[in-house]
């Protein structure tokens, strides 16, 4: 698959989208018997939950999550009749971008071009690469499905001040009346962010050991973020399992580099890291990069789990 494959998916996002308001329009869903207030919709847990912060207070929006709160990453998911309707009667639509929403271009057509398409990845400066030529190892004959850059933003802090951004000034285009609102939510989501993300980078200055093995590719920003060097990938999906000569690629990674843990996500099975971490002695534990959630999740619940993953990360990698 070629990056230009990734930018033509960004189209197929808006002409998807605006096609079903369109559908909307001709059914009644959507027009003069539309309710009063904006009818936003967010594709994934996290970016609901970013917008949530940036759109608090703000009276007149209803903002609401398309895909299952515990669902994690979308990687294989398929558009429900029920997410086209959704879809149909929706203002606005908050999507992360750079490809994660690959279901969006199953239902690409052409259509109305009123609905507005936020891309909370655009303008963003830092993006990493999600290709053949990653950085770190992978296991033999394990080839990315995946080109472009990786979309795993929000498993950092510091690139979620950016999404929170990003998201504000959409919004304050798509409804002008609420934009210093907007704009001040966003100003303080961002600083919290950024302050964590430097308290990640702090203690990653004393870390014992930084070399770590990660389920997939989800971690890759956090570990920019914290200086972490990620030394072997389980899997190019967090679903997938390795076959027999793949792990015993991981596991020759993982004594030639010294790696200091396996951290896999809650959202997953964690059997094949724990087989590797009693194969190479090395401690196993989880680390939940936010791509899920529950329903009830408070407006802080990112921050939280977050700190709960720099705990263990100190805990589990140790300090000098």
Known sequence: MQKTNIRNRRFLVQACATALL????????????????????????????????????????????????????????????QDMRRMASAQILIANGLGLEEFLADAAVKGNTNLVVVDTSRGIAGLLDYTEDDDHDEPAGHAHEHSG????????????????????????????????????????????????????????????????????????????????????????HSNQEPSAAQMLAVIKTIREKKAGAIFTEPQYPARTAK???????????????VASGPDNAGLDYYETTMRANLETLKKVLGTK
């Open 149 to 236: 850059h990786n979309p795993h933003l929000f498993a950092s802090p510091r690139m979620v001040a950016k999404i929170a951004v990003n998201i504000a000034t959409a919004l304050a285009k798509a409804d002008p009346a609420g934009q210093a609102l907007y704009e001040k939510n966003a100003a303080d989501y961002a600083a919290r962010m950024t302050k964590l993300a430097d308290e990640f980078s702090a203690a990653g200055k004393w870390l014992r050991n930084n070399r770590i093995v990660t389920q997939h590719g989800v971690f890759d920003y956090l570990a920019q973020d914290m200086n972490l060097e990620i030394v072997a990938v389980i899997a190019e």
């Open 22 to 81: 369109a559908l909307g329009a001709c059914t009644g869903i959507a027009g003069e018997n539309a309710p009063v207030k904006k009818q936003i919709l967010c594709t994934t847990f996290p970016i609901f939950q970013i917008a949530r912060n940036v759109t608090q207070g703000r009276d007149g929006v209803a903002l609401s999550l398309m895909l299952p709160a515990g669902l994690g990453c979308p990687h294989d998911y398929a558009l429900t009749p």
């Open 275 to 289: 087989t590797l971490a009693k194969e190479t002695g090395i401690p196993v534990a989880a680390l939940d990069p």
